[in-house]
């Protein structure tokens, strides 16, 4: 059935998390994932004055209440300067934390609460990715039938779109477990920015490939999506020899996940 899992602990493949990282992240999901999708569908930052607010009407057009800061709900720029060119930028990967470090036990569980914010978000992003593109796998016959009657291809020609589809679901399911190991990553580590830089490069070709994939199938350049099919997955493997060469064993004891255990408590203090 194609379904690929973790032989020592049955879970999905989860590389490049470790079992005991994926065991520590799920029971963290579970306690956290419900009041985690509410805040990232419903309440962003003000981009002034930092504070949280939610959105109560469907106009982009936010006023923050604390500051009086106008800006747009979907990119954060002014809204006085908003335009096309400011919107749907993808957003990147790297964390930013706070510049001073929290003063007290509230504002520590409110900054750990920040930060596993932004790893779920992505794991769940593509999670969400990986179930659309698993859909793609069962219409990519179809596709190649199509192209077959429409432009006259042997089957040879046209089973890149099957390829690249597998490619996708490959980037995506390994994506998906980067940002589990990196937040169990110690921040700012040489480790961990070589680390993003790889997850970054590889972030950047998937999107790309995915989007291809998804294009319709009179449109599809044959060879630039053949190109850009090894072009990633030489970042997977580059990804892969990163890990495998000291990162995984070093994230292991990089991270307390005790400090997090009580944060929504705190924070609803």
């Not at 520590?24 to 309440?43: P, Q, R, Y």
């Not at 009407?57 to 709900?73: P, R, V």
């Not at 957003?91 to 504002?107: F, I, L, R, T, V």
Request: proline share 1%; with cysteine; charged share 30%.
């Amino acid at each position: 059935c194609l379904n690929q899992f973790c032989f020592k602990c049955g879970d999905d493949a989860h590389e490049p998390a470790s079992c005991d990282q994926l065991e520590i992240w799920n029971v963290k999901n579970a306690s956290e994932s419900e009041t985690a999708n509410w805040i990232l569908v419903n309440t962003k930052k003000c981009p002034k004055c930092s504070q949280r607010i939610d959105k109560n009407d469907g106009c982009n057009h936010m006023t923050c209440k604390m500051c009086k800061h106008d800006f747009c709900w979907i990119c954060l720029d002014k809204w006085s300067e908003h335009g096309q060119h400011t919107g749907g930028y993808y957003k990147c990967n790297k964390y930013q934390g706070a510049e001073k470090p929290a003063s007290d036990e509230k504002e520590k569980a409110k900054a750990e609460l920040e930060r596993y914010l932004h790893y779920y978000q992505r794991y769940h992003n593509h999670n969400h990715s990986l179930k659309l593109a698993s859909k793609a796998r069962l219409n990519a016959e179809k596709r190649m039938a199509i192209s077959q009657d429409v432009n006259h291809s042997s089957w040879v020609e046209v089973q890149f779109l099957k390829d690249v589809v597998e490619q996708v679901i490959t980037c995506r399911r390994l994506l998906k477990y980067t940002y589990v190991l990196g937040f169990f990553l110690k921040d700012k580590s040489s480790e961990k920015e070589l680390f993003e830089y790889h997850q970054e490069m590889l972030e950047k070709n998937t999107e790309r490939l995915h989007e291809l994939t998804e294009m319709d199938i009179t449109t599809i350049d044959r060879t630039e999506v053949i190109n850009l099919t090894r072009v990633t997955e030489r970042f997977v493997i580059n990804l892969q020899e990163c890990m495998h060469g000291g990162i995984i064993q070093s994230s292991d004891s990089a991270y307390d996940s005790s400090a997090s255990a009580k944060n929504l408590g705190d924070i609803k203090k």
